[in-house]
């Protein structure tokens, strides 16, 4: 017989002995490892829902398109600042950063105003932005239905517009607005076109809710100024967002006459940005939440040493009978070591497969999309292996160690 | 009495055993000459703190003698390590206890299976052979059943199918009928008896009671660590 046969053999009977060993005491081993199927399903269930927020908070950034900068007169909440309000932005600081900035695709001003839009007999409240096509570009919107605006259009200021998918739905239904006319306030207009789904922002606002007209028709019918609340800026992806960022701000400096030393008084949001910090947010609380899991798995290997050690105190007779009939130490010890693994490792299929069931039913309860991690699931288990084996050593070198004589006289 | 041309199967020369050490240390055995034959049935007897217990540990390979020379089949074994020891009583001999010591919430057949278990045989085999042993003890239609369903006298024989599964060279039985009344005691002695005399096993008994000691071949007597006197009945 060669040395690799018999050690084959030698484990194949371990096993053999240790899952009846186990099948003899069915509760006290499941009660043995509960605290690895309570660990094991706590870290999993974390993590999977972890990366499930985590693509979702990508997902939402992807469908923002490519990466759009975001600039608003006044200084970010938190900031301090305050006194009088910061002039709002002109039309020519709109063509400046198109001209003078580098790894920008789209520019386009924003003016904002709510409205009541009224077809039929329903109403809806929502927000009404005057933009152009830029605006479109910027963000990566498309126009699912009917068509963008002209050059004309946009220079004369008509009363067209655009409306969101959230506004399609609740004055619609499953109607078209194509060719419909929209009354948004005193005024009314032509639907042209109906826009794609964009989902929810990275603030939590539904993008979708709102209805676009040539920005001049806005200034002029709804908002009675020539205010623009907010510059829209497409970035190349090619370019890093932080230059870009710099350079736009360094521009508006100069053209509003802002001081060295003095703070900025406009705030650029980068998308980008606020995408990864939602995902470092995410991941840091992810990591938390599994440290804390983790935890449970530890105390569930304490749990299977101490169970195994009383196991051997209490099986000592059995321990004697064995090596009196000739086990030797090393296959006594294997035995144990064997069962230890053995139970830790049902102890881990069992907490995956409970973890498998929790994550997909709480994706779905709370609208995460449901990312089942093979590596997380393979380490899970790995770990619950490895932790018999730290944890089932002891007793089974304990077991392993005990005179023969005494073991049978052991009541 | 030992012919001339007999070699015995076991020989212990001068062995002594000590326990402890210093003020508590504790001679149980001082200086045991002692020879069995092949195919002897030997009871030993003698007062508690005689050393025949010792001597049976020393005899089983469970323990090692303090000094003096342990010959088995030809070999000095006295000075073997544990792991060397456990390979003996693996191959060479088997047990049989006062408490039937079999494994609880576990079919005798799968009792008496275990130690085929550790000499490596193959499902097959095991219980081919176990099933052999444990119809020699009358017990093949209790194959299934486990220990807490067999009385105590069943429990004992499932015990001695366990013990000469591997068809060893010596049986150790210490007191095997001292949980027993004394019809079953009676039926345990018939069965060793059969087994060393139809089987040719070697048969080595602790008992108190000299009716039981009665069966043996060879009965030897302890007192104060050492072999007081050897009774030898005719063939």
Redesign the interface.
């Given at each position: 017989?060669t040395g690799t046969s018999?050690s084959t053999?030698l484990i194949a009977?371990s096993a053999?002995?240790a899952v009846?060993a186990i099948r003899?005491h069915v509760l006290r081993s499941f009660l043995t490892v509960l605290g690895i199927v309570i660990g094991v399903f706590a870290v999993v269930t974390m993590v999977t829902l972890g990366k499930g927020a985590s693509r979702s908070v990508h997902d939402e950034v992807s469908g923002l398109g490519a990466n759009v900068l975001t600039v608003l007169p006044g200084t970010a909440p938190g900031r301090g600042g305050g006194g009088e309000a910061p002039p709002p932005f002109k039309l020519e600081d709109v063509d400046a950063i198109r001209d003078q900035i580098g790894g920008v695709t789209a520019v386009a001003a924003q003016a904002q105003v709510s409205a009541t839009a009224v077809f039929n007999a329903a109403n809806w409240q929502t927000t009404v932005n005057g933009a152009d096509n830029a605006y479109l570009d910027a963000q990566n919107w498309a126009v699912t239905a009917g068509r963008r605006f002209t050059g004309d259009e946009e220079k004369a200021g008509k009363s067209i517009c655009l409306v969101g998918s959230t506004v399609a739905k609740n004055l619609y239904a499953n109607q078209s607005p194509l060719g419909t006319t929209l009354r948004l306030g005193s005024i009314s207009c032509t639907v042209v076109g109906a826009l794609a789904t964009r989902g929810q922002g990275g603030f939590g606002q539904d993008n979708d809710d709102a209805v676009i007209m040539p920005i001049k028709a806005v200034q002029r019918r709804l908002t009675g100024n020539r205010e623009i609340r907010a510059i829209i800026v497409g970035a190349d992806p090619a370019y890093d967002s932080k230059d870009i960022q710099q350079s736009i701000a360094a521009l508006l400096r100069e053209r509003r006459n802002i001081r060295s030393g003095k703070l900025d008084d406009f705030t650029i949001f980068d998308s980008k940005q606020i995408a990864d910090t939602l995902a470092s947010i995410t991941g840091t609380l992810t990591a938390i939440v599994s440290a804390v899991a983790a935890i449970s798995l530890l105390v569930g290997g304490i749990g299977i040493m101490n169970i195994m050690l009383v196991s051997v105190t209490e099986r000592t007779?059995?321990i004697?009978?064995?090596?009196?009939?000739?086990?030797?130490?090393h296959?006594v010890m294997l035995q144990f070591l064997v069962e230890a693994v053995v139970l830790s490792c049902v102890g881990g299929l069992i907490g995956l497969v409970l973890a498998l069931g929790a994550s997909i039913g709480l994706s779905r309860l709370l609208d995460l999309p449901f990312v089942f991690d093979p590596l997380t699931n393979l380490t899970a288990f790995a770990f619950s292996g490895l932790i018999g084996v730290i944890f089932g050593y002891f007793p089974a070198r304990r077991a392993a160690s005990l005179n023969?004589?005494e073991a049978?006289r052991h009541e | 009495m030992i012919g001339p041309g007999q070699v015995p199967l076991i020989s212990l020369v001068g062995v002594t055993k000590r326990f402890g050490t210093g003020e508590a240390a504790f001679q149980a055995l001082k200086g045991v000459n002692l020879d069995i034959l092949r195919g002897d049935f030997m009871a030993v007897m003698g007062p508690s703190g005689s050393g025949k217990s010792t001597t049976m540990?020393i005899l089983?390979c469970?323990?090692v003698p303090s000094s003096g020379s342990f010959v088995f089949q030809g070999h000095h074994i006295e000075n073997l390590g544990?792991?060397q020891r456990?390979?003996l009583?693996?191959?060479h001999?088997?047990?049989v206890?006062q408490g039937f010591?079999?494994?609880?919430?576990?079919s005798a057949l799968?009792n008496v299976e275990?130690?085929l278990?550790?000499?490596?045989e193959d499902k097959r085999a095991r219980h081919t052979m176990a099933m052999a042993a444990l119809d020699k003890v009358g017990l093949a239609p209790w194959a299934r059943h486990t220990p807490a369903e067999l009385s105590g006298g069943q429990q004992q024989r499932v015990a001695i199918a366990?013990a000469i599964v591997t068809e060893p060279a010596v049986l150790l039985a210490d007191e095997p009928t001292g949980n027993l009344d004394s019809e079953r005691s009676i039926e345990i002695m018939e069965l060793l008896t059969d087994l060393n005399r139809n089987s040719g096993i070697t048969v080595l008994m602790v008992t108190h009671e000299p009716e039981m000691a009665s069966y043996a071949r060879t009965i030897v007597h302890f007192r104060d660590g050492m072999v007081d006197r050897i009774e030898r009945k005719a063939a």
């Open positions: 017989m018999a053999r009977t053999l002995l009846r003899r007779r059995e004697g009978i064995r090596l009196a009939i000739g086990a030797l130490g296959e023969p004589i049978l | 540990n089983g469970l323990d544990r792991d456990a390979l009583r693996r191959r001999l088997g047990f206890f010591n079999l494994l609880a919430r576990t799968e275990l130690p278990l550790y000499r490596g366990r």
